[in-house]
Each structure stands twice: as structure tokens, then as C-alpha cells.
């Protein structure tokens, strides 16, 4: 049945109402003729719908200029019709790929995107001030912290959770995506963490700001919820105790997981054993099933069937999960679904809580289509290391593993991804040949000023003073904070600066892609001079930035390996 006749019938496929504006090169929505026009084309200054005999409605005819012949009527000959060609179905299907954001909102990504602007109504914003991010960039590295909280919002929900929660972040993925989009990490934070949250300033509805004291050796899930801290308050959380920098969040509650599963017809599992779950009511046989809706919950819930029957284990169930969703989202019977795209897409919109900087659907579409880039055999799912508490004598909490987490803490802050640290290397090695090639000038010649561009306080200082005293780096001078944070270290030199550049990378341990030939600088004695941008990857003065990272040793999982939940 065509789309015309689908439109007199009034069951308009949803795809068919989205046309190409050639003016502009995006999609807009077109009602029918008897509903008002989208907000979002008469916005945008689109062209209005034509009418019968293919005249626009609304629109007055062109005047014809004295002398000019008369323009045969549609039909005769020697007057054509202009020729309305539909959407190619690979453009529907691209502008309909809604599957990364709900990705986005359970902690996994790369399906497609989404371009639904009259979506943006549905999706909730927090101001989290200086916890993250002003702005999202698509040229650098980012971390987003997925929460799923159990506060009993939303229909049937009323018996999940603890009762009378505020909302604790329950389960969390701290989500980080390469600068160059070759990988990704999913780390889960464990609810039952020992760690210290710091202050927190919130912002209250009158929009006064209100700073939560903060506690020391408490629960991880803590960090949300209780005493009105926000998301902001775990994004600080989680900077305080790992040293990687959360540029922005994403928060839904229990209806995420059963909205989401419902839009897709389902998620494929795996379990090595039957499961009579008489706590989270979870009933599977052993092998393979589907789950959607109130048993997809019931699934991601439980933990007495699985493992230990302790969060731990929960946590790999729910990894499985993850990956099973996001090959779900990414197979064709999801891509080339208007229909599953549109449910998709407005379950995850309905569901979802962000920052403010990221809370319009154009900015949400933009973290999508880099997500897009990650291979799926290349996003993995890790869980912090961990041991037991040994201050309990009846096992409760868990804290840090010192022997694992700072260096794997360390490979996520330097983008080195799990599934490919042996090609990391390699690429390491390759940019050092070549940063290296050349002539290096003396260290006495060098000519730098010095920006703190994201690095701790004070580093710009501290580095000056390493490169005079210690390097013979004397032609040096400190020139305060940068325009804008960076998040890795640059060093932009003239093109008569090139050996000079090389002595101080060398000196730095700047890979080849952190130098930028560009234009130098006028220093404070009137000579030319190069630009040193301390970013967030600067790890002290005197510290290279090309020292190896050690892999670190911990389980994991990718997202295109199917696994049984044991």
C-alpha cells in the first residue's frame, strides 16, 4: 500500500512523513494536509507540501512577466510536472537509525542516530555547574557516566528498589570513548564501593546553590540521591577517586530497561543453568531466550541465581546484557525498522536525564554519530578492580584493588584500549620514529611559552621551572591558562621552528600527532616563539608523556561475543 493511500486511511507509516529539504540537506517532518505543520520545518524555512496538480498549498501562484508566454497546465504537452522522488530507503534508514542513543542511556554505543527534533521535549536536563563539561567536542576524547537508579519512578516500579529511595546509583558505567574512535571502555563502578565524595554544590529549583558536605569511607551509591546531591555529585565522585575527568551523564530509572527492550521486540540472552529467581521473579530454562519489558528488568536484577549471589556477579550479567542489546540495536532487523526505530527513540528520550550542555537532540545526534565510529569488537565492558573490605569481618563492601585499578585507571585516561594495547603500542612506537627524524636545535635555543590548558593548577609553573633548571630550557616563559581546556598536550611551532620543536618534544615526550606546525608567537623579549598547551593528559613536570602505560591485568568482555550468564 502506498503512502498516499495509507494517508487517507489515516495509518501513515511514521518514515513516509519525513522528507529531504534540498535547501538545507536535513530531513523535516511533514504532516498531512488537515494537521499542522511541524514546528521543526516551519522553523527551518522548508518548503510547504504541494497540493493537487502539484501546486504548493498556502502559496500564491508566480506572477508571469509581461511578454511571457503562458505556462502550459500540469499535463499538457510541452508542461511537465516537476518530478517529486522519494527518499532513497538507505536515507530513511540512516535518518531513522535511533539505536545509539538508547545505547547512550545503557552504557554501551555505535547503532546509528537519530534526527527527531520534536523529540527534545522528552528529555530531562540537570545543571551540574563545573562537574563536567560547558560543551560537547567532537575532536577529543569524552567520558560520559551512564546511572541507573533505584528510585521507584515510573509505573509498576513500586515494588523494585529499596522503598522510599531518593534514588541511589545503584548500577553505573563510566563510559570512554577514544579520541581517535578506535575503542571504547564501559567501566561499571561497583553501588558497594568503599570511597570518599567530596563537596558537592548543587543547584535547587529557585536557583540558589546549595554545597552537600561530604563524607569519607562511605558506599559508592551514596554519591546520588541522599542529601539532594545530583548526578553532579557522582561525576565528582568519580573524578576524586579515579583521576579520570566525566565530561557528562546520563541517568534513567527501572522503565529504561523495559522500554527499551519492548522498542527492539526484544533481547537476546543465555543462561548455563534454569532460573526460578523467586526474588526478582526471573523464570528462564537453560540456554538461550528472549526477554522484554518486566522480565528484561528481572533479568538485569538479579543476583541469587548468578555467580556468588553477590553485585559483583550482577554486574557481569548485566554486561552480557549490554553487549546482547547493542547487537540487537546494530542488526538489521532494528536498522531497517522505521517502526522499532520510532519506539526506540521515543523510550529513550522519555527516559533519559542529562546534563545541560548535552540536553538538546542535535548535541545528543552528535554523540551518537561518534559512537557510531567504535567498532563493536572494540567497546569492552570492565568492572573496577576490586577486593574485599578488610575491615569487615561479615564481607559487605569492597575497595580498590592497588595492584590493578590505578593502572587501569591510567590506560583509560590515556586512551589505550583493553582490546588492542599490543596496536597501541605499535602506534606509539611509529609516531616516536617519527617525531624523532630530523635535526633536534640545542635546548638553550628553544624559544616556548607555556599555557595550562586542563592540566592540575600550577603545572605551567612547575614546568617552566623543570625545563630552565633541569633541561637548560632558559629561552622559556609561563604565559597563564589557555583560551580553552585541551584534552591532550600540544606544541604548535613556526615553520622555521621545526628542530626547535623537536628538541622539546623529545625533551616532553610528545608523540608526533601533539606537534602542530602552525604560526609562533611573539615573546616578551620580541622574538618568535612556539606554544606549549598543557592538556589533561600532562602527568607533571618532568614526567614524559610518552612513558609507557602498563597494561592492566583484568577481566573483560566485548561487546560482539555472545556469553552465558553462569
Not at 165 to 190: K, M, Q
Not at 523 to 531: E, I, K, R, W
Not at 532 to 541: N, V
Request: proline share 6%; aromatic share 4%; hydrophobic share 35%.
Amino acid at each position: 500500500m502506498d503512502a498516499q493511500r495509507r494517508g487517507r486511511g489515516d495509518q501513515i507509516d511514521p518514515a513516509d512523513q519525513w522528507v529531504l529539504n534540498p535547501n538545507t540537506g536535513e530531513y523535516e517532518l511533514r504532516l498531512n494536509p488537515s494537521g499542522a505543520q511541524s514546528p521543526v520545518s516551519a522553523a527551518r524555512g522548508s518548503t510547504p507540501p504541494r497540493g493537487p496538480g502539484g501546486t504548493r498549498t498556502g502559496v500564491p501562484p508566480q506572477r508571469r512577466r509581461r511578454g511571457a508566454p503562458e505556462e502550459p497546465p500540469p499535463g499538457r504537452r510541452g508542461g511537465r510536472r516537476p518530478v517529486q522522488r522519494k527518499p532513497k530507503k538507505a536515507k530513511k534508514v540512516l535518518m531513522w537509525t535511533g539505536g545509539t542513543m538508547a545505547f547512550v542511556l545503557v552504557g554501551v554505543g555505535a547503532a546509528g542516530y537519530f534526527y527527531l527534533r520534536h523529540l527534545e521535549g522528552n528529555v530531562t536536563t540537570t545543571d551540574v555547574g563545573s562537574a563536567g563539561a560547558s560543551n560537547f567536542s567532537k575532536d577529543e576524547a569524552f567520558s560520559v557516566l551512564i546511572i541507573g537508579t533505584d528510585k521507584r519512578t515510573g509505573e509498576g516500579n513500586e515494588g523494585y528498589g529499596d522503598k522510599g529511595s531518593s534514588g541511589h546509583a545503584d548500577t553505573t558505567i563510566l563510559l570512554h570513548v577514544a579520541e581517535d574512535r578506535s575503542n571504547a571502555t564501559a567501566l561499571s563502578i561497583p553501588r558497594d564501593l568503599i570511597v570518599n565524595i567530596p563537596d558537592c554544590p548543587t543547584k535547587l529549583e529557585d536557583g540558589s546553590e546549595k554545597v552537600v558536605p561530604g563524607l569519607r569511607g562511605v558506599r559508592f551509591n551514596r554519591s546520588l540521591g541522599e542529601s539532594g546531591r545530583d548526578p553532579g555529585c557522582t561525576m565528582r565522585t568519580v573524578k576524586e577517586n579515579t583521576g579520570i575527568q566525566v565530561d557528562h551523564f546520563m541517568m534513567a530509572d527501572f522503565n529504561a530497561v523495559k522500554t527499551l527492550t519492548t522498542a527492539v521486540d526484544g533481547v537476546d540472552v543465555c543462561v548455563e543453568k534454569p532460573v526460578n529467581d523467586k526474588d526478582s521473579k526471573l523464570v528462564l530454562p537453560a540456554g538461550e531466550s528472549k526477554v522484554e519489558g518486566e522480565q528484561a528488568l528481572a533479568f538485569v536484577r538479579t543476583r541469587k541465581s548468578f555467580g556468588n549471589s553477590g553485585d559483583l556477579d550482577r554486574i557481569k550479567v548485566q554486561q552480557q546484557f549490554l553487549g546482547s542489546l547493542m547487537r540487537k540495536m546494530s542488526s538489521s532487523d532494528t536498522l531497517t525498522s522505521p517502526s522499532k526505530l520510532l519506539k526506540l527513540a521515543e523510550a529513550a528520550t522519555n527516559a533519559l536525564t542529562v546534563d545541560k550542555a548535552i540536553g538538546n537532540v542535535g548535541t545528543l545526534k552528535d554523540i551518537a554519530l561518534e559512537l557510531k565510529k567504535v567498532p563493536t569488537k572494540n567497546i569492552a565492558f570492565t568492572t573496577v578492580p576490586v577486593v574485599d573490605n578488610p575491615a569487615e569481618k561479615i564481607k559487605a563492601t569492597v575497595v580498590f584493588d592497588q595492584s590493578k585499578a590505578p593502572q587501569l585507571f591510567d590506560m583509560i585516561r590515556n586512551d589505550v584500549s583493553l582490546t588492542e594495547a599490543k596496536q597501541q603500542k605499535k602506534k606509539e612506537k611509529d609516531a616516536e620514529a617519527a617525531r624523532l627524524k630530523g635535526t633536534k636545535a640545542p635546548a638553550s635555543e628553544v624559544r616556548v611559552r607555556i599555557l595550562n590548558g586542563g592540566a592540575d593548577p600550577g603545572s605551567a609553573q612547575k614546568t617552566l621551572q623543570y625545563l630552565q633548571v633541569e633541561e637548560g630550557v632558559t629561552k622559556s616563559e609561563n604565559d597563564g591558562n589557555a583560551p580553552a581546556e585541551l584534552a591532550r598536550t600540544t606544541l604548535e611551532y613556526g615553520p622555521d621552528q621545526a628542530d626547535q620543536a623537536r628538541r622539546l618534544a623529545d625533551i616532553m615526550g610528545l608523540s608526533g600527532s601533539a606537534m602542530k606546525p602552525g604560526e609562533s608567537v611573539t615573546n616578551s623579549q620580541g622574538l618568535p616563539s612556539m606554544t606549549l598547551t598543557l592538556g589533561k593528559d600532562f602527568k607533571g613536570a618532568g614526567v614524559k608523556l610518552d612513558a609507557p602505560v602498563e597494561a592492566a591485568d583484568v577481566e573483560k568482555s566485548t561487546a560482539d561475543k555472545v556469553k552465558c550468564a553462569s
